[in-house]
């Protein structure tokens, strides 16, 4: 599986963003799909997850109440979401895939099999 983020960009405190993580394959569907965040000189921290069918999802708790994942297995495509954007949520966004029934937790980057390259996200005061 190959991953591809989009969507980020410079918005004012306040705003919305959304992010789009297209996947090539056509397995799509059998993954868990989850958006990470790493800020400069930072760890990369866990924001959301979606499981495969899109019946349970997860947030930080920085985040909920604020952003959305969702999915769209026709298009091969994840989204998120990100509304009352803070200046602390400035980062690069990357996306990631977990095989179905992958083992460990999934707010860990371990958990995952694949992720894209990251798209920046800049939200300024």
């Known amino acids: 599986v190959q991953l591809q983020a989009s969507g980020g960009g410079l918005v004012q405190a306040g705003g919305s963003l959304r992010l789009s993580c297209a996947a090539s394959?056509?397995?799509?569907?059998?993954?868990?799909m989850a958006w990470f965040r790493q800020a400069p000189g930072k760890e990369r921290d866990f924001v959301s997850f979606?499981?495969?069918?899109?019946?349970?999802?997860y947030y930080a708790d920085s985040v909920k109440g604020r952003f959305t994942i969702s999915r769209d297995n026709a298009k091969n495509t994840v989204y998120l979401q990100m509304n009352s954007l803070k200046p602390e949520d400035t980062a690069v966004y990357s996306c990631?895939?977990?095989?179905?029934?992958?083992?460990?937790?999934?707010?860990?980057?371990?958990?995952?099999?694949?992720w894209g390259q990251g798209t920046q996200v800049t939200v300024s005061s």
């Open positions: 990631a895939a977990a095989r179905w029934g992958n083992s460990g937790s999934l707010y860990n980057t371990a958990y995952y099999n694949y």
């Open positions: 394959g056509r397995t799509f569907s059998s993954y868990d």
């Open positions: 979606i499981r495969h069918t899109g019946s349970s999802t």
